[in-house]
């Protein structure tokens, strides 16, 4: 962890300023312990130069920077947040989804009314609770500097549908996110994926990957149909064998020929991409070169949502 410096003080007024905003005449005063502190400013940008902070005249006991770093951001953020909600603003937000491992993105005050600052939730005390239009707990913020919320908070957060956002710091420079047009989250517990209608979970994307490719045989272009992380469907890659009815249909009005070809390796028939000029088709075993010949950028794909599924509900029905 970066070293963490002292760098947002409270002005005679008790707003909070950042030593990069401060000048040398005002007086300052720490926001933990209250006692004056003094500017550190040198002006110099160079390698060496420290950036600007503030140092406390009298240091007090467990008066840490990094307590001030969570003081100052918890507290500039709730005012963010104030400040959009009584002006009818968007706050957008990004994180990666721990659920789909998709990048998700959102209006944090689509659903929220209200902001307060280490509401007591009975349980726990969170950093920043928002409240829905109903007046209901609809999530929490969580800044991390050192210590991060104990499992029975989160098992708290889970049992009663609040949503944690979690914010990590390591830096007194990460106080700069606040001016950012995007706040980004690093833990959020929900996705913006649809839930399973019989399990409960989060579902994921489908997703076919259409490859421009060639025909192994006469050398004509042709498309190639793949998914790819279907597990549940027997490999991390499939062809057109293991696609849905919607799926085979889908990739076909994409310009991908499927037909049923027979397979003299496996002795069986089974639908397969097919080149349109010479009939050749390509078979399982070559589709994960196609894809890594994709990924490599040696050759042209374009990659296509189609609906979702359920991973859990395969998962369970594998174990039976």
């Given at each position: 962890m970066k070293t963490i410096l002292y760098t947002v003080a409270k002005n005679s007024d008790g707003d909070?300023?950042?030593?990069?905003?401060?000048?040398?005449?005002?007086?300052?005063?720490?926001?933990?312990?209250?006692?004056?502190?003094?500017?550190?400013?040198?002006?110099?940008?160079d390698f060496n130069s420290k950036r600007p902070h503030f140092a406390h005249k009298t240091l007090?006991?467990?008066?840490?920077?990094?307590?001030?770093?969570?003081?100052?951001?918890?507290?500039?953020?709730?005012?963010?947040?104030?400040?959009?909600?009584?002006?009818?603003?968007?706050?957008?937000?990004?994180?990666?989804?721990?659920?789909?491992?998709?990048p998700h993105s959102g209006n944090l005050l689509k659903k929220i009314r209200k902001v307060y600052v280490e509401y007591n939730l009975t349980f726990c005390q969170p950093d920043i609770v928002l409240f829905d239009k109903d007046d209901k707990v609809f999530g929490v913020i969580e800044?991390?500097?050192?210590?991060?919320?104990?499992?029975?908070?989160?098992?708290?957060?889970?049992?009663?549908?609040?949503?944690?956002?979690?914010?990590?710091?390591?830096?007194?420079?990460?106080?700069?996110?606040?001016?950012?047009?995007?706040?980004?989250?690093?833990?959020?517990?929900?996705?913006l994926n649809p839930k399973c209608s019989k399990c409960g979970h989060f579902q994921h994307k489908t997703k076919i990957i259409i490859i421009d490719s060639s025909c192994w045989k006469c050398n004509k272009p042709m498309k190639v149909a793949i998914m790819e992380d279907c597990l549940e469907r027997?490999?991390?890659?499939?062809?057109?064998?293991k696609f849905t009815d919607i799926e085979i249909e889908s990739a076909r009005s994409k310009g991908?020929?499927?037909?049923?070809?027979?397979?003299?390796?496996?002795g069986e028939k089974y639908l397969a991409n097919t080149c349109s000029h010479c009939g050749t088709f390509i078979g399982e075993f070559y589709l994960i070169e196609h894809l890594s010949?994709?990924?490599?950028?040696?050759?042209?794909?374009?990659?296509?949502?189609?609906?979702?599924?359920?991973?859990?509900?395969?998962?369970?029905?594998d174990d039976l």
């Open positions: 909070l300023v950042k030593a990069s905003d401060a000048d040398k005449v005002s007086s300052y005063f720490c926001p933990i312990c209250n006692n004056d502190l003094t500017l550190r400013k040198s002006g110099k940008t007090t006991p467990n008066c840490t920077p990094e307590t001030v770093l969570h003081f100052a951001f918890k507290n500039l953020l709730a005012k963010k947040i104030q400040y959009h909600i009584d002006n009818s603003l968007p706050l957008n937000f990004s994180w990666e989804c721990n659920y789909c491992s998709e800044i991390v500097v050192t210590h991060k919320p104990e499992e029975n908070v989160l098992k708290y957060y889970e049992d009663n549908n609040i949503i944690l956002i979690q914010i990590n710091l390591t830096s007194d420079q990460d106080i700069d996110k606040l001016e950012s047009e995007v706040l980004k989250a690093n833990t959020v517990t929900t996705c027997g490999s991390t890659c499939i062809g057109p064998d991908v020929i499927i037909k049923e070809h027979y397979s003299k390796t496996i010949l994709a990924s490599d950028g040696e050759l042209t794909s374009k990659t296509f949502d189609e609906g979702y599924h359920c991973k859990h509900c395969i998962s369970i029905i």
